[in-house]
């Protein structure tokens, strides 16, 4: 909670990347590739996205049925119980 808080770390990345990758960009060569805020900040991957609360293939296929099938004209869930 308190990471992704107002004075979280969340909140200083979204806020410092863009400017930090923007003055890069500006004093780069214009013949080499734009800094992405990634680059310049690598240890924020382990933050942004974490490979182990990612759903896998089939949680997300079985999400996606889920989804499909709940939208359609009389669905009750009481037909799917066991």
């Known amino acids: 909670m308190y ?4 004075l ?3 909140a200083v990345f979204d ?3 863009p400017l930090t ?3 890069f960009n500006y004093i780069r060569p214009p013949s080499s590739p734009a800094y992405k805020p990634e680059q ?3 240890w924020i991957n382990e933050y942004w996205s974490n490979p182990d609360l ?5 949680e997300k296929v079985s999400d996606s049925l889920f989804t499909f099938i709940s939208q359609a004209k009389g669905y009750s869930q009481e037909r799917f119980r066991k």
């Open 15 to 17: 806020s410092v990347a």
């Open 40 to 42: 310049i900040f690598p």
């Open 54 to 58: 990612e759903p896998t293939t089939q």
């Open 8 to 10: 979280g770390n969340r």
């Open 21 to 23: 990758s923007g003055v």
């Open 3 to 6: 990471a992704d808080g107002m």
